[in-house]
């Protein structure tokens, strides 16, 4: 029995087989195999500065985050696009409690845009105490959709 391919933004954007993406938060773009992916662009200058468009190496945009202003859970919304109509709304996420402890696990919910009672989640984000990885699972399933491990890049000042 094949998996389901489950795409959220767009087919292309899917891969068979694990991937590794590096992502330079602070040069604002994403790589495989050092070829730029993706740019994020943040506003310089916006009364939004909780929004951001990713756009592909074409300069296409592909869906904007863009956070909700009064939030309990800290929820941001995925658009298609620059768009931040509702009419676009890809998906939404929150974390699941309002309430975190220092040193706890963080887990967000993930509802797509068909789900509008959100009485349960369709995706779930679980990451680690540490916040160094997290695992991405679909409702209903034990199949494990995504990983993502956070690596850091130690520069030694005395060699530049």
Known sequence: MGTELISIINTKY????PIN???????GVAYINNEVIFRIHEPSFSLDKDRRVIYDVSGNPV????????????????????STNSSDL??????????IPEKK??????????????SVWDFKVCAGAEK????I?????????????VTVKI??????
């Open 14 to 17: 899917c891969k068979p087989a």
């Open 21 to 27: 993406i590096k992502i330079e938060t602070d040069k």
């Open 63 to 82: 869906f904007t985050l863009s956070k909700k202003i009064i939030s309990m859970h800290d929820r941001w919304r995925v658009f298609k696009g620059q």
């Open 90 to 99: 890809l998906f939404s996420a929150k974390r699941s409690t309002f309430l």
């Open 105 to 118: 696990n963080i887990d967000l919910n993930v509802y797509l845009a068909k789900n509008t009672k959100e």
């Open 132 to 135: 160094r990885s997290c695992d």
């Open 137 to 149: 699972c679909a409702h209903g399933s034990s199949t494990l959709l995504a990983k993502t491990i």
């Open 155 to 160: 520069i030694n000042s005395a060699l530049g």
